[in-house]
């Protein structure tokens, strides 16, 4: 009796339909891209200290609640009087002696803050406020930064200061970046960037 051939699959074309199915995979899938806020954050220390004793009139707390509505030092507040607000907060130089501030433009308070270098912007937020107000209230107390960075850097330099550090991030720059680093760093130090963000409620 005759043995039958075993049947053979034609594997031919394999390779053309996995090439196929890799090229429709890589059309149609989307890649997640990173969302949020670009914030550095301070490096983590094992070594307990005491915070700073701060006055509280160097504190601008803003709060927003649960039905997103905002409450700045303990008074609602529209959201669009917000970065007004913090500008005038931070500008205030309201101290006297070493805690004076020279290149403060505000109408120095006793109830304000003395000087940018020691005040901070407080954010707490509740456990069920919106995302994206969350966001919106973040850019407005960092665009009050901006706007008091920008004017000192126009005064000091004749320059925007959100101009100069995209100058200096850009790869393509040609000028004296050790240069651009440290003016940026003067403006910076005239107005550090103190945001606090408690936990939420």
Same mark, same amino acid.
């Not at 196929?20 to 670009?38: A, W």
């Not at 070594?47 to 609602?76: H, M, S, T, Y």
């Not at 209230?137 to 960075?149: I, K, P, S, T, W």
């Not at 003016?183 to 945001?195: A, E, H, S, T």
């Given at each position: 009796?005759?043995? *039958?051939?075993?049947?053979?699959?034609?594997?031919?074309?394999?390779?053309?339909?996995?090439?196929?199915?890799?090229?429709?995979?890589?059309?149609?899938?989307?890649?997640?891209?990173?969302?949020?806020?670009?914030?550095?954050?301070?490096?983590?220390?094992? =070594?307990?200290?005491?915070?700073?004793?701060?006055?509280?009139?160097?504190?601008?707390?803003?709060?927003? %609640?649960?039905?997103?509505?905002?409450?700045?030092?303990?008074?609602?507040? =529209?959201?669009?009087?917000?970065?007004? &607000?913090?500008?005038?907060?931070?500008?205030?130089?309201?101290?006297?002696?070493? =805690? &004076?501030?020279?290149?403060?433009?505000?109408?120095?308070?006793?109830?304000?803050?003395?000087?940018?270098?020691?005040?901070?912007?407080?954010?707490?937020?509740?456990?069920?406020?919106?995302?994206? *107000?969350?966001?919106?209230?973040? %850019?407005?107390?960092?665009?009050?930064?901006?706007?008091?960075?920008?004017?000192?850097? %126009?005064?000091?330099? %004749?320059?925007?200061?959100?101009?100069?550090?995209?100058?200096?991030?850009?790869?393509?720059?040609?000028?004296?970046?050790?240069?651009?680093?440290?003016?940026?760093?003067?403006?910076?130090?005239?107005?550090?960037?103190?945001?606090?963000?408690?936990?939420?409620?």
């Amino acid at each position: 009796m005759a043995k *039958r051939a075993a049947p053979e699959v034609n594997a031919g074309s394999m390779a053309d339909i996995a090439f196929l199915l890799l090229i429709f995979f890589l059309v149609t899938t989307t890649i997640e891209t990173d969302s949020g806020i670009t914030r550095k954050l301070p490096p983590i220390d094992d =070594e307990q200290e005491d915070p700073p004793i701060l006055k509280e009139r160097n504190i601008f707390v803003v709060l927003v %609640n649960a039905n997103g509505d905002l409450l700045v030092e303990d008074e609602i507040m =529209e959201f669009k009087n917000l970065r007004q &607000a913090t500008i005038d907060f931070l500008d205030n130089g309201g101290g006297l002696g070493d =805690e &004076a501030c020279d290149y403060c433009q505000g109408p120095r308070l006793t109830s304000s803050s003395d000087n940018p270098i020691k005040a901070v912007v407080s954010l707490q937020n509740d456990r069920k406020t919106q995302y994206g *107000r969350y966001i919106a209230v973040q %850019n407005e107390l960092v665009a009050a930064y901006n706007v008091l960075r920008d004017r000192e850097a %126009n005064r000091l330099y %004749n320059i925007d200061f959100t101009e100069m550090e995209d100058a200096y991030n850009d790869p393509e720059f040609l000028g004296d970046k050790d240069k651009l680093k440290e003016k940026i760093g003067v403006i910076k130090n005239l107005f550090p960037q103190k945001l606090s963000e408690a936990e939420p409620i």
